[in-house]
């Protein structure tokens, strides 16, 4: 027989809806709060993480919408951003909040801190003590002044894409429990997935909109097709810009003239 005044609802409803518990002291609440989610508001929390990053309309609002679900689904954490490095280009920072942006930004520009450590290792970093921690002694300051105390980063790999991590920046010293851990890298492993997926619909959106432009190119040039991916790839370029903002341009103008 269930447990009485326990009404469990479908996962799909979402995470706040999951579960009704009797009425808990303070501190019996907190400690819960600490302990991470029951079993079936773990499968709700993946789920709602589904619908949002394949609901999102690109792929940089679906790393925002990561940054921030991650911060409301792991308690303790006051900062939740995610690093990602492409290749031949400078790391990138997405972040659920403005506290805490000190952290980044310093371990950006000396390449060194808990999420690039990650990100490069493909291992979970932690810090349980920013203050004292001696692998990142440049950190300290900003972290006492932002009240930020611990940081766990575990790893993302976005297939065909980037690697990267997702860093919680914690309001108390210590590592975070072994629940809220397990929650923080489900999440953090289903994002993987999805990410990826949404990746893919942008090669393929970006692919289909530079056959479009090569298209207006050889109508416009009358010239061959290795020509016109040429035109194209010079004028970017001239222009020092990416060849697919490129083509949104090309199609972007055709469609108004023709309208």
């Not at 930004?105 to 970093?125: K, M, V």
């Not at 950190?139 to 690697?163: M, S, Y």
């Amino acid at each position: 027989m269930s447990a009485p005044n326990r009404r469990i609802s479908s996962p799909l409803r979402g995470p706040a809806r999951l579960l009704r518990r009797p009425a808990k002291t303070r501190s019996a609440a907190r400690a819960a709060a600490l302990s991470g989610p029951h079993a079936v508001e773990l499968a709700g929390l993946l789920h709602e993480l589904s619908v949002r990053l394949l609901g999102a309309e690109s792929f940089a609002v679906a790393i925002e919408r990561l940054a921030a679900f991650v911060a409301g689904a792991v308690p303790g954490t006051v900062r939740c951003s995610v690093t990602l490095i492409g290749e031949g280009g400078p790391p990138t920072c997405t972040a659920n909040a403005a506290i805490g942006a000190s952290l980044d930004t310093l371990a950006y520009e000396l390449s060194t801190g808990p999420g690039l450590d990650a990100a490069r290792s493909r291992a979970l970093t932690t810090a349980d003590d920013l203050y004292t921690d001696e692998r990142w002694p440049h950190l300290a300051e900003p972290a006492r002044a932002a009240g930020i105390h611990a940081v766990v980063a575990i790893p993302l790999d976005v297939p065909r894409a980037e690697v990267g991590a997702v860093s919680l920046y914690l309001d108390r010293a210590g590592a975070l429990g072994p629940d809220p851990l397990i929650t923080a890298m489900a999440l953090v492993n289903q994002a993987e997935v999805l990410l990826g997926e949404l990746r893919r619909r942008d090669e393929t959106s970006t692919d289909a909109t530079v056959d479009r432009a090569v298209g207006v190119i050889i109508a416009q040039r009358g010239c061959g097709v290795r020509e016109a991916y040429d035109v194209l790839t010079e004028t970017a370029q001239r222009l020092g810009i990416d060849r697919h903002a490129v083509a949104d341009r090309l199609v972007a103008a055709a469609a108004a003239r023709n309208a």
